[in-house]
C-alpha cells in the first residue's frame, strides 16, 4: 500500500532533508508541435505529480534537482534553471493527510507531511526522444502530458507548471530555445512552430526568420529530401558555442 511506502520513504527525513523546504521540477519536451510536460501518476491515487523531492542536508540544491531530473529521465546532460519560489500558506495541503490516509502513515510520515514546505520550481528542457521516463518508488507511472491537457495534479502542481511554461515565454526575448527540444537538424518551419507553441501567437514567416537568422547562431545544412528539388527547404543546425554564448549574455528577440 502507499501509505507504507511513503512511511519508509519518510522514516529518516528528519535526518536526511532539509526540513520546510523541497524542489519541483517542471521538465518540458516538445513532441508533434505541442510543449509537454512529465508526470508522475501516484500510486492507488487519482492524481499526478510534478518530478520532486526534498534536499539532502549535504547536498547543494542544484545537485538535488539534477539527481531528481536524472532519476526521472534518464539524462544525465540537460539545460535546467531556477525560476520561483513558491510559499503560499495553504499550499501543502495534501491528499495524503485525509481521513483515509493518515490513519495508515507513520507518525513520523505525518508529522513530516504537515510542515509548512515552501518549493523551489526548477525548469527543464530536453528531447523527449532522448528520455526514458521513470517512475520514483511512489508513482506507478511517468509520462508526457500536452500542457493544454493536464490532468488532475496535487498541491499547487498545476499552477507551478502554468508559471514556468510563463517564465519560458518571457525568457524568450533574452535567450533562445531550440537547442535543447529540437532534433539536431531541423528546418526553418519547424522551429518557427517551437517558437509558436510557446508563446502560443502565430508569427509572420519572413519576419521570423529574419530576426532568428540575425542572431548568427545557425548553420545552414542539406535540404530536407522531400522529393521536390526546387520546393524542399533546408535545414540547419546550432552552432552550440555561438547558442550558449547567446544563452549566457541574452539576446533581445521578440
Known sequence: MIEKQISEYLKDAEELYLPGISLDVVILGYAENT???????????????????????????DSATHRIVKARTGLNRLYFNQFHLFGKTGRNTSVLLDSDHTSKLSSEAVRWLKRRFLTVGYFALVKTDKVVPQPDILS??????????????????????????????????????????????????????????????????????????????????????????????????????????????GIGFI
Open 35 to 61: 510543449i509537454r510536460v512529465l508526470l508522475l501518476k501516484l500510486k492507488e491515487l487519482d492524481y499526478w505529480a510534478l518530478p520532486g523531492g526534498f534536499i539532502c542536508k549535504d547536498e547543494d540544491v
Open 140 to 249: 506507478e507511472r511517468c509520462d508526457w502530458f500536452p500542457v493544454e491537457r493536464l490532468p488532475a495534479t496535487i498541491l499547487d502542481h498545476t499552477e507551478i507548471i502554468s508559471t514556468a511554461i510563463e517564465h519560458v515565454r518571457r525568457q524568450l526575448n533574452y535567450f533562445p530555445v531550440g537547442l535543447n527540444l529540437l532534433p539536431e537538424k531541423f528546418t526553418m518551419s519547424e522551429l518557427q512552430k517551437l517558437y509558436e507553441c510557446i508563446l502560443n501567437e502565430k508569427m509572420d514567416r519572413g519576419n521570423f526568420q529574419r530576426k532568428i537568422l540575425k542572431l548568427d547562431i545557425l548553420v545552414r545544412q542539406e535540404k530536407l529530401k522531400t522529393g521536390g528539388a526546387h520546393k524542399a527547404p533546408y535545414l540547419y543546425r546550432f552552432d552550440v558555442d555561438k547558442y550558449r554564448h547567446k544563452v549566457k549574455h
